[in-house]
T-cell receptor
Framework: KAGVTQTPRYLIKTRGQQVTLSCSPISGHRSVSWYQQTPGQGLQFLFEYFSETQRNKGNFPGRFSGRQFSNSRSEMNVSTLELGDSALYLC??????????FGPGTRLTVT | DAKTTQPTSMDCAEGRAANLPCNHSTISGNEYVYWYRQIHSQGPQYIIHGLKNNETNEMASLIITEDRKSSTLILPHATLRDTAVYYCIVRVETGGGSNYKLTFGKGTLLTVNP
């Protein structure tokens, strides 16, 4: 079974722009969550979706948003990019109460 | 979620068992212990989880003390590819199964030496 895939893998944007990142979960997994990883703050939870509904949200500004489609694929969007948004963005999917399976991440650089 | 305490770093010789400790003294009765690891520049990898009983899978064993205030992840025969940051996480089982978040600490950097 294919793992979690994320596109694009690398991205360079300019301050003020917006960006959309995509995540395809493992087939059959209905829960998708997003995490941001930076050297200073480590891994931080952004939000989680299940059956197209946001179920949990972390402490990030409203510039960070996401959605999930009927096929469980998910996107996250960051508007009005800031230098501090440079990070590795990780998507994870899960089936039940077991572990979450992470994708390779999207490395976003904001200049 | 309960807070966890892990050593910042550990070393292990290749082929030997690696025993990674984790303290979670404020854990509640319905909170599970999860272990993940992250190899440099890759996404975290799920290893194992447990509630009360010891657990074993193809990757590792999880030993949880009877009072559940601490646990140990055991990699029976460490290889160089096991060099990674290992995270011990305690989370609440919500009953809905999939809906929970992971609160990562700083983890333990395990270095396996040849």
């Amino acid at each position: 079974k294919a793992g979690v895939t994320q596109t694009p893998r690398y991205l360079i944007k300019t301050r003020g722009q917006q960006v959309t990142l995509s995540c395809s979960p493992i087939s059959g997994h209905r829960s998708v969550s997003w995490y941001q990883q930076t050297p200073g703050q480590g891994l931080q939870f952004l939000f989680e979706y299940f059956s197209e509904t946001q179920r949990n949200k972390g402490n990030f500004p409203g510039r960070f948003s996401g959605r999930q489609f009927s096929n469980s694929r998910s996107e996250m969007n960051v508007s009005t990019l800031e230098l501090g948004d440079s990070a590795l963005y990780l998507c994870a999917s899960s089936l039940g109460s077991g572990g979450k399976y992470f994708g390779p991440g999207t490395r976003l650089t904001v200049t | 979620d309960a807070k966890t305490t892990q050593p910042t770093s550990m070393d292990c010789a290749e082929g030997r068992a690696a025993n990674l400790p984790c303290n979670h003294s404020t854990i509640s009765g319905n909170e599970y212990v999860y272990w993940y690891r992250q190899i440099h520049s890759q996404g975290p990898q799920y290893i194992i989880h447990g509630l009360k009983n010891n657990e074993t899978n193809e990757m590792a064993s999880l030993i949880i003390t009877e009072d559940r205030k601490s646990s140990t992840l055991i990699l029976p025969h460490a290889t160089l590819r096991d060099t990674a940051v290992y995270y011990c996480i305690v989370r609440v089982e919500t009953g809905g199964g999939s809906n929970y978040k992971l609160t990562f600490g700083k983890g333990t950097l395990l270095t396996v030496n040849p």
